[in-house]
């Protein structure tokens, strides 16, 4: 097999992840896009959803692979909350228009993608609880309910972010304004706002 054909496939998936979503993906639609035959694609895919699979799994990997190895990194617990917090904003604060695309998967009946977000669940979501513990634990953050917590980082950090990809493009505002939510959901701004986030609820 080409493993360049199989590669191309999965790029292209990732692209239909920004524009379409998951929905959006026909094997037929993808297959001419890649300029490859049916047949091609399904000897690396046998089905269309393994394919979304795959294609899921391949976005998420490189956030997973980085918090999988913050978390084996000894020292102190604040800064290891900070950073597996930093990994995940800068994963997601490029890949929100990506997220907001699932979200509208997931409400339409993908099943594959509302499989996928359960998984999150047990990976980048559980190890900022588990860090929000340790940090807790070691006195170096107020002791609250840790969902609580995450609620407030996530708002705080995010928030901005999901707005500013939620806009209609045709939306009726004046560059000013757009302007300025551009400012508000650059890594400065948003690394500034994390830093923020976390002096709030820091001992």
Known sequence: MDIRAEERLIE??????KH???RGMKLRRICAEAELSPGTFTAYF??????KKKVLDNWYTPLQTEVNRIEKIEGNAKERLRTILLAVMRFFRPNAGVMIQLLLDASAGEQVVSDFLQKLQGNHIFAVRRALLEAQAAGAI???PVE?????????VNMPVMFYHLLPDNMPIGTSILDSLGNAVSEEMTLQRLDWALKGISL
């Open 12 to 17: 292209i998936g990732q692209q239909w992840l």
């Open 20 to 22: 379409g979503g998951v």
């Open 46 to 51: 046998p089905t269309l959803g393994e394919f």
């Open 142 to 144: 107020e002791q609250a």
């Open 148 to 156: 609580q917590q995450m609620f407030y980082l996530v708002g705080a």
